[in-house]
């Protein structure tokens, strides 16, 4: 628009020069030009300009004399710069929008233009409104009667007040969080940067704190994301509110914070920072008219030791914060050279144990539960094992929570849910005597939607029921179940099939969460047992767990029986099963089958 209205000014000026009325008639006295025509030409000339003028609604457009004062002042003018045509009339220039620090240089563009002809370049430049505010225009300058006595400035602005907001907000938006207003990870990074340089000149050091709130997910899933949005904002506030000028507050993802301390001298001061940040988590939140305590895990990165830039500080952080993550709510872990190493042994097991997945590396094993009392094989619980191609094989102590900490352990837990239901299927078939299958569950895996409709789909598809297949899980896994979960399990517990917890003892349940949960079995975890016949402590609790158990109506195991010490242990306390080295080691399906064999034919050869 701005350049339609330029080009039509341009043509005004390039017609030819209209000679002011004494000029003219000294020319009419010479006989040299006809008045009449010389009129003419001057009003429609003019009128065409004021047609330009008043045809530009939304760019104001003022006109000056050669003294700058006011001779022309449209209705976007009015709007611009809140003067009406009255009160603008006759003012200087200077007086009505040029801010004070720009006056004499206006005041001196204007007469080298009259004087030298010198033009005054079209620029973006902040004027002033009459409410004393800036307003930031597009100027472009026009001269009529230039050599003349009676030049005629005028000015054609266009304001650029939302251009200019739309630039902010872009900008704001590139740099800021739009939720807490603190710098985003990009912002960060420069920061960061810039406080590095300064700390290389200082010879100090900086400490980054990356903090990620505990569970936040569960906080969303159950107040709504509104109530999750105000929390962040309070905690934004809050890390906001003591922090030094020199201190660099960054929100880098949902819930997830950067705190940069730069400028520390005396490395003794590290810790009581670190205090600092988690003093922030100790005052509840509220939310929802309710009091909230919440807790976060922190990861901490040490410049220089820890990396020399800011992507190396910020990377090293969040590794550190991912290990205090996995160690628990509330924890803080220093970065230093041995995560590094694990996380990149984690990064490709990780590969290895996709790939393992593809050409079938991972089998299942297979240990038996066996009767207390009369030693005979009454169950099996199946236990995933990878066995590379090449190399060892890898402990399901490390690939399992490798694969739980992403989608693969769904793919996972499908394949072990369907091999152990052909494979109990397979032995049914071929005549072997056995009672179920118990397959392992992770929290992970009850948490997907229809996990339990798939689970009895694949246990009907291969014939099998409730006698055939059951299902474990720990106790932790149950404690952090939501009601669709629990529901499910019901179902399941009310058509027949046995669910054990696995590892009793271990997690953070009590014996009074056995009445909620819909179980049929407990398993007495290991270490209670491997220390019972030596530690008082462990004996009182595997005989209390024995005691309720059975009042409850629950099948009682006693894990990790390795000698016949423990195993009178069990017998003593009346455990219905016990599962261990003592009796068999996971094996194998070839071996199984053979176990069982040898089994039926030692019971053949007595009854006989």
């Known amino acids: 628009m701005l350049r339609r209205i330029l080009q039509k000014i341009s043509v005004i000026r390039r017609q030819p020069r209209l000679l002011p009325i004494r000029e003219a008639e000294r020319e009419e006295e010479a006989g040299s030009v006809c008045p009449d025509l010389l009129r003419h030409q001057f009003l429609v000339s003019e009128q065409r300009f004021r047609a330009l003028l008043e045809s530009l609604p939304r760019v104001a457009v003022q006109g000056y004399d050669r003294n700058r004062r006011v001779i022309y002042w449209n209705d976007a003018s009015t709007r611009l710069y809140g003067y009406t045509p009255e009160e603008a009339q006759g003012r200087l220039l200077e007086d009505l929008i040029i801010p004070a620090p720009l006056r004499e240089r206006v005041i001196q563009a204007h007469r080298d233009w009259i004087e030298q002809g010198n033009e005054i370049p079209a620029d973006e430049i902040e004027l002033r409104h009459s409410s004393g505010e800036l307003v930031p225009v597009f100027s472009h300058h026009v001269m009529l009667n230039e050599y003349t006595n009676e030049p005629l400035m005028f000015c054609v602005?266009?304001?650029?007040?939302?251009?200019?907001?739309?630039?902010?907000?872009?900008?704001?938006?590139?740099?800021?969080?739009?939720?807490?207003?603190?710098?985003?990870?990009?912002?960060?990074?420069?920061?960061?940067?810039?406080?590095?340089?300064?700390?290389?000149?200082?010879?100090?050091?900086?400490?980054?704190?990356?903090?990620?709130?505990?569970?936040?997910?569960?906080?969303?899933?159950?107040?709504?994301?509104?109530?999750?949005?105000?929390?962040?904002?309070?905690?934004?506030?809050?890390?906001?509110?003591?922090?030094?000028?020199?201190?660099?507050?960054?929100?880098?993802?949902?819930?997830?914070?950067?705190?940069?301390?730069?400028?520390?001298?005396?490395?003794?001061?590290?810790?009581?920072?670190?205090?600092?940040?988690?003093?922030?988590?100790?005052?509840?939140?509220?939310?929802?008219?309710?009091?909230?305590?919440?807790?976060?895990?922190?990861?901490?990165?040490?410049?220089?030791?820890?990396?020399?830039?800011?992507?190396?500080?910020?990377?090293?952080?969040?590794?550190?914060?991912?290990?205090?993550?996995?160690?628990?709510?509330?924890?803080?872990?220093?970065?230093?050279?041995?995560?590094?190493?694990?996380?990149?042994?984690?990064?490709?097991?990780?590969?290895?144990l996709e790939r393992a997945v593809e050409v079938g590396e991972l089998c299942l094993y297979y240990q038996p539960q066996v009767s207390a009392i009369s030693g005979r094989i009454e169950h099996l619980e199946a236990l995933l094992r990878w066995i590379p191609e090449e190399g060892l094989p890898v402990s399901p102590a490390e690939f399992i929570p490798l694969a739980e900490r992403s989608?693969?352990?769904?793919?996972?837990?499908?394949?072990?849910?369907?091999?152990?239901?052909?494979?109990?299927?397979?032995?049914?078939?071929?005549?072997?005597?056995?009672?179920?299958?118990?397959?392992?569950?992770?929290?992970?895996?009850?948490?997907?939607?229809?996990?339990?409709?798939?689970?009895?789909?694949?246990?009907e598809r291969y014939g099998l029921g409730p006698r055939d297949i059951g299902i474990e899980l720990t106790e932790n896994v149950l404690i952090e179940a939501d009601d669709g979960t629990l529901a499910g399990l019901r179902r399941l517990h009310d058509r027949g099939f046995r669910i054990a917890i696995?590892?009793?003892?271990?997690?953070?349940?009590?014996?009074?969460?056995?009445?909620?949960?819909?179980?049929?079995?407990?398993?007495?975890?290991?270490?209670?047992?491997?220390?019972?016949?030596?530690?008082?402590?462990?004996?009182?609790?595997?005989?209390?767990?024995?005691?309720?158990?059975?009042?409850?109506?629950?099948?009682?195991?006693?894990?990790?029986?390795?000698?016949?010490?423990?195993?009178?242990?069990?017998?003593?306390?009346?455990?219905?099963?016990?599962?261990?080295?003592?009796?068999?080691?996971?094996?194998?399906?070839?071996?199984?089958?053979?176990?069982?064999?040898?089994?039926?034919?030692?019971?053949?050869?007595?009854?006989?």
């Open 157 to 352: 602005d266009v304001d650029l007040s939302v251009q200019k907001r739309a630039h902010r907000e872009l900008d704001f938006a590139n740099r800021y969080d739009r939720l807490t207003h603190l710098l985003n990870r990009h912002s960060l990074e420069e920061q960061l940067n810039l406080a590095l340089a300064e700390c290389r000149r200082q010879a100090s050091s900086l400490v980054l704190a990356h903090l990620d709130v505990d569970h936040f997910v569960e906080i969303n899933e159950a107040l709504g994301y509104d109530q999750g949005d105000l929390l962040l904002v309070d905690l934004a506030n809050r890390l906001n509110r003591d922090r030094r000028a020199t201190d660099i507050l960054s929100r880098v993802s949902g819930d997830e914070f950067i705190i940069a301390f730069p400028g520390i001298h005396d490395l003794d001061d590290i810790p009581r920072l670190v205090r600092k940040v988690e003093d922030v988590m100790r005052a509840p939140f509220v939310l929802e008219e309710r009091r909230c305590k919440l807790s976060a895990c922190l990861g901490i990165a040490i410049f220089p030791d820890n990396g020399e830039t800011a992507g190396e500080l910020i990377r090293n952080a969040d590794v550190a914060k991912n290990r205090a993550k996995l160690s628990g709510k509330g924890q803080v872990v220093y970065f230093n050279q041995q995560l590094h190493d694990e996380l990149l042994h984690q990064h490709r097991l990780s590969e290895r």
């Open 407 to 459: 989608e693969l352990i769904h793919r996972i837990g499908d394949w072990v849910l369907e091999e152990a239901c052909w494979q109990r299927a397979e032995w049914r078939a071929s005549g072997v005597v056995l009672g179920r299958i118990d397959i392992n569950f992770s929290g992970r895996q009850i948490k997907r939607s229809g996990v339990f409709d798939h689970f009895e789909a694949c246990v």
């Open 502 to 608: 696995d590892d009793f003892g271990t997690g953070y349940s009590s014996l009074s969460y056995l009445k909620l949960f819909p179980v049929t079995s407990l398993k007495i975890d290991r270490a209670f047992v491997r220390d019972a016949p030596k530690q008082p402590e462990d004996r009182a609790i595997m005989e209390a767990t024995v005691f309720i158990g059975h009042r409850l109506g629950l099948e009682v195991v006693a894990e990790g029986v390795e000698n016949r010490e423990q195993l009178e242990l069990a017998r003593e306390m009346r455990c219905d099963m016990v599962q261990g080295f003592y009796f068999f080691r996971p094996m194998a399906a070839p071996g199984i089958e053979r176990l069982l064999a040898d089994t039926v034919r030692d019971s053949r050869d007595l009854s006989g």
